[in-house]
């Protein structure tokens, strides 16, 4: 877990990570993040305006309550509650793709913009929806899934029990999966000696190994390409946005992505005007400032 | 084309239709609509508010201008500002598939809603969102378009240019070519003797077989319920509605679709709960009677 003391201008001014230990259950993380927020308070030493946490979902933004998360093992843990009755300070919690959706508009990529599709390919492929610059939460509070868009049907098994999600394809986890497959079916490359062996292979190593020109290292990239594009290709004409950010450890492989990514866009999405798709610019940063800029901007950051 | 005096009830009072001989270019056509709604209020007999335009697309909803419409052949013409000059009354030009989701929310089957898609079955496969009983028309004036989300990747060819859009296979015009290709291919099936021959095939010929048993035109509606529910599995986690409505013509084939539908879209979208699929009530009204919701509702029907 990350924590950051953040100004109204958007800087990151103290930042702190710590190991999440998810194995000892809900009640521990939370004093465990109680305690790095008072931690970089007291190295900040600023007043401060309130907390706002990046959580994985799904949850409540209205009452700041994880619903579940696969990954933690969390069920209706009312996260905001626990945080103020523990810190005394106003606190949001929001989905973590949606904050750094709203943090690549706050101060990153999507400055200026006022409607914004943001695409993070980390463990999984979340995303964030912004409307004139306020999050979409959607009926349920959880819009903005783009990871399950299925843009190969009958394709590889997602971890939703769906087949052909992109997150199935664009990941950083599935880029890591496809390579140690090809190799495991004796494709040459450089990856595995970046990796040094094929079970601590990471998305890391295929773009160490494009960086070298490895052909198969690029074949992937240029997938993860098509299949953003596909995915693109479906969601641009529903949502109509004016900018699309990818962000997300995947997403640091860059032009090794973006270049197949608006050639393909480009030869699908014929009869609407060209939408950018840009890089973010916060990196991993973008959801703490995001987080943040939901408590600056706080009124009325949210549409539902 | 179609015109209908709506009063504040959303009752349709007076309706009248025209064909619209579109191949005069638009100075005719307008003409026409300007003398067809005189007609109406006329029989009418009422004090009217305003009114209400339901076009083809792509449009901007803010000027009213019909910026290119592949049906009609239009390129930029300012429908808003002719009918205001050629009636003298307050008018407003929206898309029609939005109109449709509009009608819905205001008097049909998603009454009592707040979050809706609405998907209508046609010559195409239009879309038509709301976010809180308000029209989302997105940042270039046309969100809402989920014929072209990509259900089969490297399928059937769509009029847009791409291949595989979901407006490709589940268009009433799909599923009529749909049933075309395969009697051609041999398939026997009542469907022919429905429709006399091959070229004047309809998707209505294709539900009249339906009513008979007929195992063929079954498959088909199965086939379009697939493909509905793989680009509801696709639209649902992005924008969350809070319920879905199929309106347009090959919607008419009821449970023949909505049974495979409903069915395939509970084996793919697991992890969210279930979101309701429902037919239409206003069928062919919905339109008319949303756009005039539009007027009646007007100051704030939509959200951008």
Redesign the interface.
């Known amino acids: 877990m990350r924590c950051g003391l953040v100004s109204d201008q958007g800087e990151l001014l103290v930042h702190r990570t710590r190991p999440t230990l998810a194995h000892r259950g809900p009640e521990a993380v939370i004093a465990d993040i109680a305690a790095l927020i008072r931690e970089v308070l007291q190295e900040g030493g600023r007043r401060v305006a309130g907390v706002g946490m990046a959580s994985p979902g799904p949850l409540n933004p209205k009452t700041g309550v994880v619903l579940r998360t696969p990954n933690l093992r969390w069920n209706n843990v009312p996260l905001k509650d626990k945080l103020e009755q523990a810190l005394g300070l106003p606190t949001t919690v929001d989905n973590d793709s949606q904050m750094t959706a709203y943090g690549e508009w706050w101060k990153g990529a999507a400055q200026g913009y006022?409607?914004v599709l943001c695409l993070t390919l980390g463990t999984g492929v979340g995303?964030g929806?912004l409307?004139?610059g306020r999050i979409?939460?959607?009926?349920?509070?959880?819009?903005?899934?783009?990871?399950?868009?299925?843009?190969?049907?009958g394709g590889a098994r997602c971890g939703?029990?769906?087949v052909g999600c992109l997150e199935a394809y664009a990941s950083a986890t599935a880029i890591a999966r496809r390579a140690r497959e090809r190799l495991a079916e004796g494709r040459k490359s450089v990856i595995i000696r970046c990796a040094g062996n094929l079970e601590s292979l990471t998305s890391y190593n295929v773009y160490q190994a494009a960086l070298d020109g490895d052909t198969l290292a690029l074949e992937i990239f240029a997938e993860v390409g098509h299949y953003l594009a596909?995915a693109l290709?479906?969601?641009i004409?529903?949502?109509?946005?004016?900018v699309v950010v990818i962000s997300g450890q995947a997403a640091e492989a860059g032009d090794f992505i973006f270049k197949p990514l608006r050639k393909r866009l480009g030869e699908?999405?014929?009869?609407?005007?060209a939408v950018p798709v840009l890089p973010s610019t916060l990196g991993d940063d973008a959801g703490i400032i995001g987080a943040a800029g939901v408590v600056f901007l706080g009124g009325r950051p949210s549409?539902?």
Chains 1, 2 share one sequence.
């Open positions: 006022s409607h995303g929806v409307i004139n979409y939460h959607g009926y349920s509070g959880s819009a903005g899934h783009i990871g399950h868009l299925i843009v190969e049907p939703c029990g769906a596909l290709t479906s969601a004409p529903l949502f109509d946005p004016q699908l999405l014929k009869l609407r005007p549409i539902d």
